[in-house]
């Protein structure tokens, strides 16, 4: 099915009060799904950002000591920008996070602490969109996401990881959905008009990542590249720009 004929994407479900996003780096969400995260702290929801590393690989004219400081910074000030008060940190080395039970149990201990209805990641699979000419995705992102989707259900279970219950952390199986954004096979979406803006500044606060990958103008670069992606959706979306996601029910 060609995008021109692709099913129309239906509105993201709102009838939630808690939200956790969880990715493996310092600006995922900002290119991801800001513009969403701001509509929805604007309707008064609560998000909390959990990221799994510090994005300490991430620029590679600094070493990882101080990178990682510094995009810790970037990411707080970014995640304000949008109404996120709480931003933690997993410590997981960025570049070489792994899939298992570890990222497993640590995803699920901030499920049951944090106890959201909803819990965002980001694409999960090999690569972004589909065919064999698709630009391949990190092993970074994969491992997170799947984790992700997994930790949703683990969270629920006394069995699994039964320390967490030792630890203070019943089992929460509140969560009712897991949202994938930049899914090559998106199924819902935000209108990301009301918060494009801030969505703007919050990948703005990435000064440090963001200039390392471009000699363009950071704000003509910024505007272009959220304008570009949430436009991209509009055809689907009744010609509104947007933020998509991939959405799992449980």
Not at 196 to 202: I, K, T
Not at 218 to 243: C, I, N, Q, S
Request: one cysteine or more; hydrophobic letters at 40%.
């Amino acid at each position: 099915m060609s995008d021109t004929e692709a099913a129309d994407l239906a509105e993201m479900p709102g009838d939630w009060r808690r939200a956790l996003a969880v990715v493996a780096h310092p600006d995922d969400l900002e290119y991801g799904c800001a513009a969403a995260v701001a509509s929805w702290t604007d309707a008064g929801k609560e998000v909390v950002y959990l990221l799994v590393s510090r994005g300490e690989a991430g620029i590679d004219t600094l070493a990882p000591e101080r990178c990682g400081p510094l995009r810790e910074r970037e990411q707080r000030a970014s995640a304000a920008v949008v109404g996120v008060g709480t931003v933690e940190f997993l410590d997981h080395r960025d570049g070489v996070i792994e899939y298992g039970t570890a990222l497993r149990r640590d995803i699920a201990a901030a499920i049951r602490r944090h106890r959201p209805e909803l819990v965002i990641t980001l694409n999960h699979r090999e690569g972004w969109g589909d065919g064999p000419g698709a630009p391949r995705n990190t092993p970074d992102h994969v491992a997170v996401g799947r984790a992700v989707l997994d930790a949703a259900a683990d969270a629920g279970n006394r069995w699994i990881f039964p320390e967490l219950a030792e630890d203070g952390l019943d089992p929460w199986d509140g969560v009712r959905w897991v949202a994938v954004a930049a899914s090559s096979t998106p199924t819902h979406a935000v209108d990301a008009g009301p918060g494009l803006a801030r969505a703007v500044d919050s990948l703005l606060c990435h000064r440090a990542y963001i200039e390392a990958l471009t000699d363009q103008d950071l704000e003509e670069y910024v505007r272009g590249f959220l304008t570009e992606t949430t436009g991209r959706t509009a055809g689907r979306f009744g010609g509104r720009p947007a933020v998509s996601f991939e959405l799992f029910p449980r």
